[in-house]
Nanobody, 124 residues
């Protein structure tokens, strides 16, 4: 059974940084899977944040986070990271890690595996 476990969330001030991690385990999960990050703010729908292909050479970002967030992965550890810089109040949300057997995508429906989420709160 595949399990995705996020960590690294917390409370940070506006302009600060956080790094989220997501560790994958279990079968049939493979290092060849596309990995993505999504987030859901209170009262809003879940939205795409970033995704990275199996090689780590291709990635995609939501316009709202381009230039501030960076996604990376370590296939040997089956772990994906989201470095978040210059955090703003509107980045406050629960952040979810997701895995997909298909190629790079910003569509939540393309992802088969999901973590439980980690809370990120950005305050002044």
């Amino acid at each position: 059974q595949v399990q995705l476990t996020e960590s690294g969330g917390g409370l940070v001030q506006i302009g600060g940084s956080l790094r989220l991690s997501c560790a994958a385990s279990g079968r049939p999960f493979r290092s060849s899977y596309t990995m993505g990050w999504f987030r859901q703010a209170p009262g809003k729908e879940r939205e795409f944040v970033a995704a990275i292909d199996w090689s780590g050479l291709l990635d995609n970002y939501a316009d709202s986070v381009k230039g501030r967030f960076s996604i990376s992965r370590d296939n040997a550890k089956l772990t994906v990271y989201l470095q978040m810089n210059s955090l703003q109040a509107e980045d406050t949300a629960i952040y979810y890690c997701a895995g997909a057997a298909q190629g790079l995508s910003n569509l939540a429906a393309r992802y088969e595996y999901w973590g439980q989420g980690t809370q990120v709160t950005v305050s002044s």
